[in-house]
């Protein structure tokens, strides 16, 4: 990481971290889609998440094998993490748009002049297209039930995407699911049949007992409504060296505890890609 992308991280995170003194404490372990509705939640997300997320995605990146991206698309981005990521170490064609759809319009963080900056460090010299107010499958989940929007249609993803999950899917194969998985699974259906790739990235969560958010569960039952090829369980991945390299653009106690340094179990996740049908674990 160059120092010029070092201080435009730290800058953000500093932003990030200053709605603390008015609002002590962090999320809960357990979020849903409305939750992350106040700008002060929005604000404690990036900082919470930011070396974790964005790590994770460097790390994705890094593991699959390298296609020309296309069009990326990221579905359920939230303030674009996981673009952040995927680019950090490779940055994007000007000739590919880079869209990014969320059900909430988080801005917050996207008009501020610290997120800004790191995206346009990253995504440079492409720009990241944020659409609000967008879900999928027709109807809302029951977590966002009082949010308004649009469906994002599986027409309306350019042919040859490289089209990112991330984190999403929980919140609707997970507690509080849809009620119309069938939905769903035609949605990711016809989605893959216009996408070059698909990624589908989830956090691991121990232990089994914990019921419809488990690893195992939740992989289970993915897995099965959308008549992928593969069997759980599904491997863990961890990228805690990505996210230490964020350490010191946090403050020193905030450095070790967003990174993974200290709680090392929170740099693990599980995914899977899909390269024209042909699907495959991220191990």
């Not at 939640?41 to 460097?58: D, G």
């Not at 995927?86 to 759809?101: E, G, K, L, V």
């Not at 800004?116 to 039930?145: E, I, K, N, S, W």
């Not at 008549?227 to 991945?237: D, H, K, S």
Request: hydrophobic share 45%; net charge neutral.
């Amino acid at each position: 990481m160059s120092p010029e992308r070092a201080a435009r991280v730290r800058d953000l995170l500093a932003r990030a971290h200053a709605v603390y003194e008015t609002s002590p404490g962090d999320l809960s372990t357990w979020q849903v889609v409305e939750g992350y509705v106040s700008a002060e939640n929005q604000w404690k997300y990036v900082h919470m998440y930011f070396a974790k997320s964005v790590a994770c995605w460097r790390y994705i990146r890094e593991a699959v094998a390298p296609v020309q991206d296309g069009p990326v698309v990221s579905i359920g981005a939230g303030p674009g993490l996981c673009l952040l990521g995927w680019f950090f170490d490779r940055p994007p064609a000007a000739t590919w748009p880079i869209h990014a759809h969320d059900v909430l319009a988080w801005d917050a963080v996207r008009a501020d002049p610290a997120h800004v900056a790191v995206l346009a460090h990253v995504l440079a010299p492409a720009v990241m297209d944020f659409h609000a107010g967008r879900y999928f499958p027709a109807t809302l989940p029951p977590q966002a039930a009082t949010c308004v929007g649009a469906p994002i249609a599986p027409e309306q993803i350019p042919r040859g995407a490289t089209v990112l999950l991330p984190f999403v899917l929980n919140h609707l194969f997970g507690s509080a699911p849809h009620p119309n998985p069938a939905d769903i699974n035609a949605w990711f259906r016809a989605v893959c049949s216009r996408a070059q790739r698909v990624v589908i990235v989830d956090m691991d969560y121990r232990p089994e007992s914990s019921g419809p958010k488990s690893t195992h569960v939740f992989w289970s039952n993915l897995l099965a409504g959308l008549g992928l090829p593969l069997q759980a369980p599904c491997p863990v991945f961890a990228f805690n060296a990505k996210a230490a390299e964020f350490a010191a653009c946090y403050d020193e106690v905030n450095g070790r505890r967003r990174t993974g340094i200290q709680y090392p179990q929170f740099c693990r996740a599980t995914g899977i890609v899909g390269d024209a049908g042909v699907w495959r674990y991220i191990g």
